[in-house]
């Protein structure tokens, strides 16, 4: 596995790869690797026969009250990780100049489906994953892209700037990968003390019922208000949004427990 912090030996290595004919396929990551990100390499791998991760955390998705400094970074035992998965081909680790030369700025604007949920919460998030992710598509040049529908609006965002851009790059869902008790993988969780890794855990089973009951014929509204009463009561300290998107057919949902900030989606159940 090539690992290269260096953004000219990246695109020698995927020119090279090219002119064998080779597809590329495209893992972006902010690190702290867990099985979530390896279930993407995965699936990238069944559509590609050359692999790229990038492993940047990207200031410009952070605001300036978030989590950029804390924000768990572990390169050698993510690099260890990969090299025993064996999947990889290079990982690209970028300096800050390499993604951002002349600064932050950018004209590629995150779109519609932006509107809304994270948005409301987190209004420069959607603009600052444009931004890098539009970047490391330049940089990298892939065939295929895999993001997890673990952030699903954000994986929306994604297929629309593409489609807007007119890129030629096949944008590839990942499932989503839970523990034992349905808390889907995260970064972030590595905040989370014994109690509220506990209470994280009814985080799923909460956005599950209401995917149920709505299908059942309770009115989403509703379901959506008690289950935010319902986290509450479980021990969540705030609730940012727990939402039912029609056009998505999914139940979003946002929510702290102390100073860790959690999301979790899942689809309605699918009716016969
Ligand atoms: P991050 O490093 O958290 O920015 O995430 C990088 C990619 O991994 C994004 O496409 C995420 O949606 C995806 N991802 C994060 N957690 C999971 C998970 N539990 N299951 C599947 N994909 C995930």
């Given at each position: ?208 019922s209401v995917a149920h009951g709505i299908s059942e014929?309770v009115?989403?509204?509703?379901a ?49």
């Amino acid at each position: 596995m090539i690992l290269t912090t260096n953004k000219d030996q990246l695109s020698a290595q995927i020119k090279d790869w090219k002119k064998n004919g080779q597809r590329i396929g495209f893992v972006p990551t902010m690190g702290a690797l867990h099985d979530g990100h390896l279930s993407l390499c995965e699936t990238a791998a069944k559509n590609a026969d050359k692999l790229v991760m990038s492993i940047f955390v990207n200031p410009t998705q952070f605001a300036p009250h978030e989590d950029l400094d804390s924000y768990p970074r572990t390169l050698e035992r993510d690099i260890e990780n990969l090299n025993n998965q064996g999947i990889i081909d290079l990982v690209y680790a970028p300096e800050q100049a390499d993604i951002y030369p002349d600064g932050a700025d950018s004209a590629i604007k995150a779109g519609p489906a932006a509107q809304g949920l994270e948005s409301d919460f987190r209004p420069h998030f959607f603009d600052g994953v444009v931004n890098v992710v539009y970047r490391l598509f330049t940089q990298v040049n892939p065939d295929i892209a895999v993001f997890g529908e673990k952030d699903f609006q954000q994986l929306q965002v994604i297929e629309e700037m593409v489609a807007d851009q007119a890129m030629d790059i096949n944008i590839i869902p990942g499932a989503i990968i839970r523990d034992d008790h349905g808390l889907a993988l995260s970064s972030r969780n590595a905040y989370l003390t014994a109690d509220e890794l506990e209470t994280a855990r009814m985080l799923n089973q909460i956005i599950y019922s209401v995917a149920h009951g709505i299908s059942e014929g309770v009115d989403p509204d509703e379901a959506c208000k008690n289950a935010a009463e319902m986290l509450l009561k479980a021990g969540f300290d705030k609730v940012d949004y727990i939402a039912y998107h029609p056009t998505w057919s999914r139940i979003l949902a946002a929510a702290w427990l102390g100073k860790t900030r959690l999301i979790d989606n899942c689809a309605l159940p699918e009716q016969d």
